[in-house]
């Protein structure tokens, strides 16, 4: 028998269940995360924004359109691989675009680093040729990149000019004409016939800097990148050295 009392009661337990129910969660605090964890797990959301099938390399990903579209006008470099679904292209075909003539037995080519001009004598001092720019670079963090070793022949190309000019305004004559020569470290006397009578608007010796003039129209991006790749060489070198 359901009395007032127990009708009451069972009322009141309804509205406190409904009015649980109803009730909103309570917020839960959001959990910060520091620069360090971000910087470790930075690889992996890049690799989860990748497209499955990319066009270019990850590390191109990283690059703005405007010095993408750069890189592809002003240099030789090109991304080489298989990174569209071409269905046109047999395996072998694939595999060619990356390693070359040399699977079917062709005789190895000369690299882009010994593919160079002559060097000339200027003052008593062996200067080599300007080194092209790569054009195998695959941007995918190789342990000899080629793009670090144009950066370290780079340097050691500018030194031996630095050196030459030198000498050259102590001994006196001219830079050969079509040879790069280093102007800001020339006297006019110095300078190639064709550059004596110009000014120093026209050869852009007002804006030009000396890294820019090394690099020629090598996007900065491309720089940057031979940079962080030499120091986290020399670092895991230095690792390693601690080990053992």
């Not at 679904?85 to 080519?109: C, N, Q, S, Y």
Request: proline share 6%; aromatic share 6%; glycine share 4%.
């Amino acid at each position: 028998m359901i009395t007032r009392n127990s009708t009451t009661i069972l009322q009141r337990r309804l509205a406190t269940t409904s009015s649980t129910m109803t009730a909103r969660p309570r917020p839960t605090k959001t959990k910060t995360v520091s620069n360090a964890t971000r910087k470790k797990y930075a690889f992996y959301d890049l690799v989860l924004r990748t497209p499955t099938h990319p066009r270019h390399p990850i590390e191109a990903s990283l690059m703005s359109a405007s010095d993408l579209v750069k890189l592809k006008a002003h240099t030789k470099t090109r991304f080489y691989g298989n990174y569209e679904l071409d269905t046109l292209l047999t395996p072998e075909e694939k595999i060619a675009r990356v390693f070359g003539g040399r699977i079917k037995g062709e005789d190895r080519k000369s690299s882009s680093r010994v593919l160079r001009g002559e060097p000339r004598v200027i003052a008593g001092v062996t200067v080599p040729d300007r080194p092209p720019e790569p054009d195998n670079c695959c941007m995918s963090g190789c342990i000899n990149c080629v793009w670090q070793l144009f950066d370290e022949d780079i340097k050691e190309w500018n030194e031996k000019r630095k050196t030459a000019a030198k000498k050259l305004r102590e001994v006196g004559g001219r830079w050969p004409e079509e040879f790069h020569a280093p102007l800001k470290y020339l006297l006019r006397e110095n300078y190639p016939e064709s550059l004596a009578t110009k000014s120093d608007k026209e050869l852009g010796l007002e804006v030009k800097k000396e890294g820019d003039e090394a690099w020629g129209n090598v996007p900065i991006s491309i720089r940057v990148f031979a940079e962080v790749e030499k120091k986290l060489k020399a670092k895991q070198k230095k690792l390693q050295l601690q080990q053992s």
